[in-house]
């Protein structure tokens, strides 16, 4: 059976009316038979039907035992963090989601919990720094925004030899085109709101672990902690996850196109795309993400300043500027002043993130029509394209 079949196919027809769009059980509690006889069900936040047809999906889409739906993605990190305790340490990816180095620094470093932040497209870096207290190496690949690749199963054999679990945010990567559990990882962690949900209309946390311990874990956790996801967002997440297909591929395919429009904008500095043959981990981009390079593109400006960044994120038409990616709609950001203002602005340089750094989630718009965006964009800032494209 095909992936999109497969997708398709694995969202249920509801049993008791046959209802082919899952029902949506607004309910904070359930009747039961006598005290601790149910049908399965008992209270909001421990279970809910339309909860656990997403968690369901979610499950069977990255290849694993159990799935769990929260409100957040930030949630959805916090009750990975949450099976730590003092004293353990992570080895994380230094180009990391600004909301995730905040949590960690912030909320679980006063609590004894130690991160080192790594170059992890080397894997040998890992080796450096993972000892015997490192229980988790946290990967984003690609990394958000630089675009990072690193390699998921070298990397999950030296944590595995040294007792250490291997977390990947597959956010940006999406199921779709990367499945980091085949690939060795214990546990996925996705920010629903962007790929999988598709339609900037809600906000959600997906966290998908590889054997039954680990359910057993994570399911503990969310329900004493109670950060899930409301019905109503649960549905239309299952909702968005039937035509992900669909998008993500159209998306890459823009993506690739503006990305290679790029490359010939003589004031345009460096162009981060997986999919560009001159990308460090290409060919690894090209293995791991059966070929899918994603939707996002970042870039820096020859003038390296907030200001010139700030400027060409504010004149775009079809690129709105706002927070997050993945939706039917271009967006536009600039993590230096958005979703990195909370990493110090060394960190952020070190791991790559420049002040005029500006990154793209390409929609499902006509290519032509965002890269003619750009082109008047620049015009009007004066920014030189090298050739006609």
């Not at 980091?180 to 629903?192: E, F, M, R």
């Not at 500095?269 to 791991?288: C, I, M, S, T, W």
């Amino acid at each position: 059976m095909g992936t999109t079949t497969n997708l398709i196919h694995s969202v249920p027809v509801d049993e008791l009316t046959g209802s082919i769009s899952v029902p949506i059980y607004q309910t904070a509690t359930y009747v039961q038979e006598a005290p601790g006889v149910n049908k399965g069900f008992d209270y909001g936040r421990s279970n809910n039907p339309t909860r656990l047809a997403l968690e369901k999906i979610i499950a069977q889409l990255e290849g694993g035992h159990s799935g769990f739906a929260f409100a957040t993605g930030l949630a959805a990190i916090d009750a990975v963090v949450k099976l730590l305790s003092t004293g353990d340490e992570i080895v994380a990816v230094d180009d990391l989601y600004g909301g995730a180095y905040r949590l960690f620094t912030h909320v679980y470093e006063k609590f004894g919990i130690k991160i080192h932040y790594v170059d992890t497209t080397d894997a040998d870096n890992v080796v450096d720094y993972i000892n015997k207290k490192t229980k988790f190496v946290w990967l984003e690949s690609p990394t958000n925004p630089t675009l990072k690749v690193s390699d998921i199963k070298k990397i999950a054999a030296i944590a595995h030899a040294n007792n250490a679990l291997v977390v990947v945010d597959n956010t940006f990567a999406s199921p779709i085109a990367q499945q980091p559990l085949a690939l060795g990882a214990d546990i996925v962690v996705h920010s629903g709101t962007k790929y999988l949900a598709g339609h900037s209309d809600l906000v959600a946390g997906l966290v998908v672990v590889k054997d039954e311990a680990l359910a057993e874990k994570i399911k503990f956790i969310q329900n004493a902690s109670g950060g899930i996801l409301g019905p109503q967002d649960c549905w239309l997440t299952i909702r968005g996850i039937e035509t992900i297909t669909l998008r993500v591929e159209r998306q890459c395919k823009t993506a690739l196109a503006v990305a290679e429009f790029l490359t010939q904008c003589e004031d345009v500095d460096k162009v981060y795309y997986p999919g560009l043959a001159h990308h460090k981990n290409h060919e690894l981009a090209a293995r791991q993400q059966n070929g899918l390079f994603g939707g996002v593109v970042s870039f820096t400006l020859k003038d390296d300043t907030e200001e010139a960044a700030t400027a060409v994120v504010t004149t775009t038409r079809y690129f709105k500027l706002a927070e997050s990616l993945g939706g039917v709609k271009s967006l536009i950001c600039h993590p230096s002043q958005m979703t990195h203002k909370s990493v110090p602005r060394e960190k952020r340089l070190q791991s790559g993130v420049a002040d005029s750094l500006i990154r793209l989630s390409c929609g499902i718009e006509d290519a032509e029509d965002l890269i003619a965006d750009f082109k008047l964009t620049f015009e009007k800032l004066k920014i030189k394209i090298k050739q006609p494209v």
